[in-house]
């Protein structure tokens, strides 16, 4: 079953990707750090910095993108958010194609979002752990599963 869903990631989750073409794009972190100032309960942020915040001691280096879950209940329609979080964000059409900001669409009724300390709720770690799947990390994504396995069930 999660092997098909990987096959098939993209069209459930409605990804769409974004560049920045101004030349100097923004470090992932700094999109981050916007995001408060968007007042969004429907936001989530996932992939590396989101598995990040539920296994602190995963083996990351570096964060080449962002990854945010978007809560709605449509999989149609353009995020309005992203031109408020970086202006010079546009739609890259291809997946091959280097991206600064990934955006997924979640459509069931409860996103299962974590509040966090920034006023940015973080993803679910399934959302997570697909992101980890979809950046090619495979490494992590299994790291990421066995922390998960092997910690206590009432735990973080």
């Not at 972190?29 to 007042?39: H, I, K, S, V, W």
């Not at 996932?46 to 296994?55: D, M, P, R, S």
């Not at 408020?84 to 990934?102: E, F, I």
Request: charged share 25%; proline share 10%; glycine share 8%.
């Amino acid at each position: 079953a999660w092997s098909r869903l990987l096959a098939v990631a993209d069209d459930v989750r409605c990804t769409m990707r974004f560049a920045d073409r101004s030349g100097k794009p923004r470090p992932p972190e700094a999109l981050l750090d916007r995001l408060p100032r968007l007042g969004r309960t429907d936001i989530g942020v996932g992939g590396v910095l989101g598995a990040g915040h539920y296994h602190p001691d995963l083996d990351l280096v570096g964060t080449a993108r962002l990854d945010l879950t978007w809560h709605r209940r449509t999989k149609s329609g353009t995020p309005d958010f992203v031109e408020r979080l970086d202006p010079a964000l546009q739609p890259v059409p291809s997946h091959g194609q280097p991206v600064n900001l990934v955006v997924h669409v979640l459509r069931r009724a409860d996103p299962l979002f974590q509040a966090g300390d920034a006023g940015v709720p973080w993803a679910d770690p399934v959302e997570c752990l697909l992101d980890l799947q979809e950046s090619r990390l495979f490494l992590q994504a299994d790291e990421f599963t066995a922390y998960f396995r092997r910690r206590p069930a009432d735990g973080p």
